[in-house]
């Protein structure tokens, strides 16, 4: 049996890399070896038969012998961190305070420190990279679907009801972009494209993605929200009418429409490399086909009245129902309604003042009465000529005037 006498335990204890004191009942210091020197700059001569208060005054003194005085008390075992230093680069260690055991008997308080410093930035570099990775997530994912990736490492796909899709593309994009450099190019793009996202997110909606110069966005999902409609209308006016003002004072005119139809979509993950939550179905389609007989009407808005009729706050903007509509592979009618809330003062006072006589025309054109509509169309045209939608029942109605009559006829248009 090999013992350790007191000389050979000291080297053993000055040859750790690890802080270690020893102190008795009264705290005064029994032993501190060399790493705790440099660790704290004071010598062992200096120390050893000190108190904490006499070596640091009283406050000091106090907070360190009273952690000591605990795992004396209680014959306990505390574990904790101190950082050495008041700096970010300064040193930390982990501390762990042991009772000093003869048998049974407490004779004094042992204290370890293990340098931690290195595990403590590996751990922040981690946590950093970490909240990186998490927000890169949360920038092209919902944020329902980005924290089930996170959390479980899938997601499942769903079927959301009562969403609203909003589809908007660039008017005249290749014909401008052809002019441009590529590198203005995309300057513009992700400016236009940052303050639509601005729009998105202020309006509880989510973007799903842009394809070239498209823009897709949704509200109603991943959460079901009773004001989806509501929130995607308003989102798509401060699209349109931010991207005015911004053509206000840029040399590009950029200017966009938008058509938006609410139904039923399936959501979920496409990939496995590269994340992209996309959604599908007809809803999708449709509001695609909206924004393109936006150029019908010469409209900046145009909704269906899947939408229409689930907004809670109608009045809150300018609406006007402009058409019947049966989209081409869909066999249901569907009521037309264009949104001028970006419209110039003028344009919308006009477009009031007429609609009136516009809803009695329409009326008439239904029934299959197009002289009494053509009075009513050209009446209206006169006091606002560049509203295209009396051109368009204009053209209708001409055209239903040469043509035999048609007993099935209900009044609604193709797009």
Same mark, same amino acid.
């Given at each position: 049996?090999?013992?350790?006498?007191?000389?050979?335990?000291?080297? @053993?204890?000055?040859?750790?890399?690890a802080t270690v004191y020893a102190k008795d009942l009264t705290g005064r210091f029994?032993?501190?070896?060399?790493?705790?020197?440099?660790?704290? #700059?004071?010598?062992?001569?200096a120390v050893v038969g000190k108190t904490d208060y006499e070596l640091l005054?009283?406050?000091?003194?106090?907070?360190?012998?009273?952690?000591?005085?605990?795992?004396?008390?209680?014959? /306990?075992?505390?574990?904790?961190?101190?950082?050495l230093g008041e700096l970010e680069d300064d040193k930390t260690l982990l501390s762990?305070?042991?009772?000093?055991?003869?048998?049974?008997?407490?004779? #004094?308080?042992?204290? @370890?420190?293990?340098?931690?410093?290195?595990?403590? &930035?590996?751990?922040?570099?981690?946590?950093?990279?970490?909240?990186?990775?998490?927000?890169? /997530?949360?920038?092209?994912?919902?944020?329902?679907?980005?924290?089930? /990736?996170?959390?479980?490492?899938?997601?499942?796909?769903?079927?959301?009801?009562?969403v609203g899709v909003l589809f908007s593309d660039i008017n005249d994009f290749t014909r401008i972009s052809s002019t441009l450099k590529p590198e203005r190019l995309i300057e513009e793009l992700n400016d236009i494209f940052t303050g639509f996202d601005k729009a998105i997110e202020e309006n509880n909606c989510e973007r799903i993605k842009t394809i070239g110069d498209a823009y897709m966005a949704v509200s109603g999902l991943p959460v079901p929200n009773d004001f989806f409609a509501d929130q995607i209308v308003n989102s798509a006016t401060q699209l349109i009418c931010s991207l005015k003002k911004r053509a206000e004072k840029e040399s590009l005119k950029w200017t966009t429409t938008i058509g938006i139809h609410g139904g039923d979509v399936v959501g979920? @993950?496409? #990939?496995?490399?590269?994340?992209?939550?996309?959604?599908? #179905?007809s809803t999708v389609n449709m509001?695609?086909?909206? &924004?393109?007989?936006?150029?019908?009407?010469?409209?900046?808005i145009l909704i269906s009245d899947s939408i229409y009729n689930q907004m809670k706050y109608p009045e809150q903007h300018s609406i006007r129902q402009i058409d019947i509509v049966r989209v081409k592979g869909d066999g249901d009618a569907i009521k037309l309604y264009e949104v001028f809330d970006c419209d110039s003062d003028d344009v919308k006072t006009k477009k009031i003042m007429t609609l009136e006589s516009l809803n009695k025309a329409r009326q008439?054109?239904?029934?299959?009465?197009?002289?009494?509509?053509?009075?009513?169309?050209?009446?209206?045209?006169?006091?606002?000529?560049?509203?295209?939608?009396f051109s368009v029942y204009i053209k209708r109605c001409n055209t239903m005037m040469r043509l035999p009559a048609n007993q099935n006829w209900q009044g609604i248009s193709g797009i």
């Open positions: 049996m090999y013992s350790i006498d007191q000389k050979m335990l000291t080297s @053993i204890l000055n040859s750790i890399k029994l032993f501190v070896n060399t790493e705790w020197e440099e660790a704290t #700059g004071l010598k062992s001569k005054g009283y406050e000091l003194g106090e907070y360190y012998w009273s952690r000591d005085r605990e795992v004396i008390e209680k014959c /306990l075992i505390l574990e904790s961190e101190e950082s762990i305070k042991v009772p000093i055991l003869e048998g049974d008997e407490v004779i #004094g308080v042992c204290g @370890i420190g293990t340098d931690i410093t290195r595990i403590k &930035q590996l751990q922040k570099n981690l946590a950093c990279e970490r909240d990186k990775s998490e927000q890169l /997530l949360l920038n092209v994912l919902p944020t329902s679907v980005a924290y089930e /990736l996170m959390s479980t490492g899938t997601t499942h796909s769903e079927c959301f009801d009562n979920g @993950i496409v #990939g496995t490399k590269k994340y992209i939550y996309d959604i599908f #179905g509001a695609a086909r909206l &924004q393109s007989a936006t150029k019908i009407y010469d409209a900046d008439h054109y239904i029934n299959g009465e197009f002289q009494e509509a053509m009075v009513l169309l050209k009446a209206c045209k006169k006091i606002n000529k560049e509203d295209k939608i």
